[in-house]
């Protein structure tokens, strides 16, 4: 099956009709050129984000890479690397990651992380419910995953859960552009103006 043969539902239009392996998965990224989310044999594509979204997801990877270059086996990846859960067979697209020492492949062909250590999301108006919720339980069958970051799009709050004990999750939030976000995972304290900045509130 090619990805131009795909239909989409009326409903659901970037949930792609039937049930797919890895392989043809991967087939459809690689020949359509857009990115999609896989969940144990359903596909999903990605909707762009808004002009805010990507302003805060630049920002992050701007200002956070620039604190974690002063920082040894840090990592940071943008919107565009894939994480794959392998308790679940699902192949995620957070906004950003961070990964300790090296980042640890799925396979080759996927070009997957199995191993970050920090997952951030900015928030959708569609989606934020997901994110919250169902994505953060997905994301904990990770052994290494350790610190979750939820940031609203159209006001300065950002949501921490850190794994303080293996089912112990600690939470805290910041809000206002004169406050810092603290990554505890990473021992980072990062303005939320820099994090918001250009953005419309």
């Known amino acids: 099956m090619t990805a131009t043969s795909l239909q989409y539902q009326a409903t659901h239009p970037d949930l792609l009709i039937g049930t797919y392996t890895v392989a043809e998965y991967l087939e459809i990224e690689r020949s359509s050129g857009e990115r999609h989310e896989f969940y144990n044999g359903k596909i999903i594509r990605m909707a762009g984000g808004s002009v805010d979204h990507n302003r805060i997801s630049k920002n992050i990877v701007q200002y956070l890479g620039n ?3 002063k920082k040894e086996g840090l990592e ?6 894939k994480v794959y859960l392998p308790k679940l067979n699902v192949y995620l697209y957070p906004d950003a990651i961070v990964v ?24 959708s108006p569609s989606t934020e419910d997901y994110d919250r919720k169902d994505k953060f339980m ?11 970051v939820i940031i609203q799009q159209n006001s300065a709050e950002i949501l921490t859960l850190f794994r303080s004990e ?4 600690e939470e ?4 206002g552009l004169s406050t810092s976000v603290y990554f505890k995972s990473i021992d980072v304290h990062l303005p939320l103006a820099l994090i918001y900045k250009n953005v419309e509130l």
């Open 138 to 148: 997905k994301y904990r069958t990770l052994e290494s995953f350790k610190e979750y």
């Open 166 to 169: 293996p089912h112990i999750w």
């Open 76 to 81: 940071l990846f943008g919107s565009d690397q």
């Open 67 to 69: 604190e974690l270059d």
């Open 100 to 123: 300790t020492q090296t980042p640890i492949m799925a396979e080759n062909i996927a070009q997957a992380i199995v191993n970050p250590l920090l997952v951030v999301e900015v928030l």
């Open 172 to 175: 805290q939030e910041f809000a």
